[in-house]
């Protein structure tokens, strides 16, 4: 059974701080991604990491940074944080290769920027 | 570029009848369609993929190429299909996924 788990349920964070969310799922996935949840406008990807220290933009990924130094571990970071980025942030896992296929997700996080 | 479409932000329906949520999508391409939901306090899971053909919980839904649509359907709802629902499209090959905006369908019993 695939667990994808993020560090915290709840964050509160005030404006200018940086901000860790860490990311870790147990089933060897290469693929795994950040996206921003917000109503009326669904899950926008931040950034996508198809391997250990690879990373690719997303559709929003201003404001943001990632890092993934072992393959179960992916972290979003926020260098600064503003108002604006207040949001549930939700991480995925899904195997590499050919093609789309079932991507797995963490329970979320929920940002408060003040 | 590739947008995903879903009209309704909001679905009421009563328990038994008939259930639709909407979804179109915009690619150049061959595309792999999906459906995800969402359960009050659960994690987003997957639904159904067009490639597989399957029935989930009672819901089905076809990729038509000619409308560019994959709407998802079920003949009689159960209070239990209370969730949100979202549409996500990625290209043949591609394993980004782009979601819809989401429908809340909430069943009325």
């Known amino acids: 059974d695939v667990k994808v788990t993020q560090s915290s349920r709840y964050l509160v964070k005030r404006t200018g701080e940086k901000v860790f969310l860490e990311c870790v799922q147990d089933m060897d996935h290469e693929n795994m991604f950040w996206y921003r949840q917000d109503p009326g406008l669904g899950l926008r990807l931040i950034y996508f990491?198809?391997?250990?220290?690879?990373?690719e933009k997303g559709d929003i990924p201003e404001g943001y940074s990632v890092s993934r130094e072992k393959k179960e571990r992916f972290s979003l970071i926020l260098e600064s944080a503003s108002t604006n980025q207040t949001s549930m942030y939700l991480c995925a896992s899904s195997p590499g290769g050919t093609g789309a296929v079932e991507q797995y997700f963490g329970p979320g996080t929920r940002l408060t920027v003040t | 570029a590739q947008r995903v479409t879903q009209p309704e932000k909001l679905l009421s329906v009563f328990k038994g009848a008939p259930v639709e949520l909407k979804c179109n999508y915009s690619y150049s391409g061959s595309p792999e369609l999906f459906w995800y939901v969402q359960y009050s306090r659960q994690r987003l899971q997957l639904l159904l993929r067009?490639?597989s053909r399957e029935s989930i919980k009672g819901f089905t839904a076809d990729l038509n190429k000619g409308e560019t649509s994959f709407h998802l359907k079920k003949p009689f709802a159960q209070e239990e299909d209370s969730a949100m629902y979202y549409c996500a499209l990625s290209g043949r090959g591609n394993e980004k996924l782009t979601f819809g905006t989401g429908t809340r369908l909430t069943i009325i019993p």
């Open positions: 067009h490639i």
């Open positions: 990491s198809y391997d250990v220290k690879m990373k």
